[in-house]
């Protein structure tokens, strides 16, 4: 079977049971949408919805799974249409859009059956969306987004209003290395994005080792810092995110402006960090790093 003709035959599975599980609502089979309502009383609303994101998961499961799979998505993207409806009481959902760092692959491994609304961020992290309500912070999906119109041109940046929640974070000192982190606050998480304002070091002669061992703490040093200061800040990391209750990453990197590279940590206790040939001190090196380290300090 060719990929179109599978897509119509995820169509026609959904125009067939979609009103058998949810009376009312309404496939169109040419559009690829289906339009759901929810409501209590004479408060009724409806959304229409383009069907992609279900036929492109039915597509990678046997034929037999596709009605468990389609019956699960219609449903949540019934309580996502009764979520959106609650959100709008809490104020404008368009500044109370937030963005954290995540490990890559945290969103497939714990969304529901409606897609997360995520920003890829290289081969290690991923940039997860949020409305933030009160302290708590709800994730946003592709679904919810869509019937928020939160995907407007105009709608405020996620990314930039978490940004500019960070301004001001200054880093902390400790052993031989820097910590950013401020309690309860998930977006620390976003300093490797504003890598340019918050981690300037990143961009400066080898970068930076860093680690975010949680969503509220990065922790960095200068990448030729030595092998001590580096099994120091891989200790620091492994501890804070041992039982944390916002881990977000146990591995530790190296970041030399847009280049971010795993760094081998051994699992031994302590742990020590294989350095690469590159980042192990020389002493014309040792001194460049020193004379740095002096400019930034002015």
Request: glycine share 8%; net charge negative.
């Amino acid at each position: 079977m060719t990929g179109t003709t599978d897509s119509s035959a995820v169509i026609q599975v959904i125009a067939d049971l979609a009103p058998i599980w949810l009376p009312g609502c309404v496939v169109d089979t040419d559009e690829r949408t289906v339009e759901v309502g929810w409501g209590r009383g004479a408060l009724q609303m409806s959304a229409v919805v383009g069907v992609g994101e279900i036929v492109d998961r039915c597509l990678q499961l046997p034929q037999q799974r596709w009605a468990e799979q389609i019956e699960a998505w219609l449903r949540a993207v019934v309580a996502e249409g009764e979520l959106a409806t609650e959100e709008h009481r809490f104020g404008d959902v368009a500044e109370r859009q937030r963005a954290v760092l995540v490990q890559r692959g945290w969103s497939a491994r714990t969304s529901g059956p409606v897609a997360d609304a995520l920003i890829p961020f290289g081969d290690h992290f991923e940039v997860m969306v949020f409305i933030r309500t009160g302290s708590e912070f709800r994730r946003l999906t592709v679904v919810r987004r869509s019937m928020l119109g939160l995907g407007d041109p105009d709608v405020p940046s996620p990314v930039q209003l978490s940004l500019d929640e960070l301004s001001g974070l200054e880093a902390v000192e400790q052993d031989g290395f820097s910590v950013l982190h401020r309690d309860d606050d998930p977006l620390v998480s976003m300093a490797v994005v504003d890598r340019e304002n918050l981690l300037p070091q990143a961009s400066v002669g080898l970068g930076v080792l860093l680690g975010v061992p949680r969503l509220s703490t990065v922790a960095y040093c200068a990448a030729d810092a030595g092998q001590e200061t580096a099994d120091r800040l891989a200790r620091f990391v492994a501890d804070t995110y041992k039982d944390a209750p916002d881990q977000c990453c146990p591995d530790l990197f190296w970041l030399q402006g847009d280049r971010l590279v795993q760094v081998p940590v051994t699992l031994a206790t302590p742990p020590t960090v294989m350095l690469p040939a590159a980042l192990k001190p020389s002493p014309r090196r040792t001194w460049l790093r020193h004379l740095f380290e002096q400019v930034f300090r002015r």
